[in-house]
C-alpha cells in the first residue's frame, strides 16, 4: 500500500497512477489523497474536491472569493479589493463604480479661495488660484475687491 507500506493482496483496494503507480487499501485512500493532494492556495488545505485551476495552483471553489480579493490590487482610496471596473491614475487603482472616483477627485481638486471647497466644475482662474463660477463665490470674489 503506497499509504501505509503494507502489502496489499487481499480485501478491497485502489489501483493509483499518481503521483506513483501503484495500490492503496481502501481504508487507507482518503488519507492517500489527501497526503499526496495538490494544496490550495488560499488555505492551504489539500485539494480532494472541486476547484479551479489558475496559473499559480489550484484554489478550493470554495476558496476561489477569498483568494481574489486577497491577491488583488486594492484601491488608493477605500484600501478595498479592486475585483472589476477601475480608474488607473498616479497613485494606483480606483474603483470604478461607487463614489471612490469622485472622493479622489474632490481630495485632489484645487480648492476655491472663496468658500476653500474643491472645485470640480465650472470655474474662474485669478493669478492666486481657482473660484467656483457657480454660486455666489466669484460675487463675492468681486466685490471683495478681486478682478
Request: charged share 20%; with cysteine.
Given at each position: 500500500c503506497l499509504q501505509c507500506g503494507e502489502f496489499v493482496d487481499t480485501g478491497?483496494?485502489?489501483?493509483?497512477?499518481?503521483?506513483?503507480?501503484?495500490?492503496?487499501?481502501?481504508?487507507?485512500?482518503?488519507?492517500?489523497?489527501?497526503?499526496?493532494?495538490?494544496?490550495?492556495?488560499?488555505?492551504?488545505?489539500?485539494?480532494?474536491?472541486?476547484?479551479y485551476r489558475l496559473d499559480e495552483g489550484k484554489v478550493h471553489a470554495h476558496c476561489y472569493d477569498d483568494f481574489r480579493a486577497s491577491a488583488a490590487d486594492r484601491c488608493h482610496v477605500c484600501q478595498k479589493p479592486i475585483l472589476d471596473a477601475y480608474y488607473t491614475v498616479d497613485e494606483g487603482k480606483i474603483h470604478g463604480e461607487g463614489d471612490c472616483f469622485?472622493?479622489?477627485?474632490?481630495?485632489?481638486?484645487?480648492?476655491?479661495?472663496?468658500?476653500?471647497?474643491?472645485?470640480?466644475?465650472?470655474?474662474?482662474?485669478v493669478d492666486a488660484g481657482a473660484i467656483h463660477a457657480e454660486g455666489d463665490c466669484y460675487a463675492k470674489y468681486r466685490a471683495g475687491g478681486g478682478a
Open positions: 478491497r483496494y485502489y489501483a493509483v497512477t499518481e503521483p506513483q503507480k501503484g495500490r492503496v487499501h481502501a481504508h487507507c485512500y482518503e488519507a492517500f489523497r489527501a497526503a499526496t493532494a495538490d494544496q490550495c492556495l488560499h488555505c492551504g488545505q489539500a485539494i480532494t474536491d472541486t476547484f469622485s472622493r479622489y477627485e474632490e481630495a485632489k481638486a484645487p480648492r476655491c479661495l472663496i468658500c476653500h471647497k474643491a472645485v470640480l466644475g465650472q470655474y474662474y482662474q
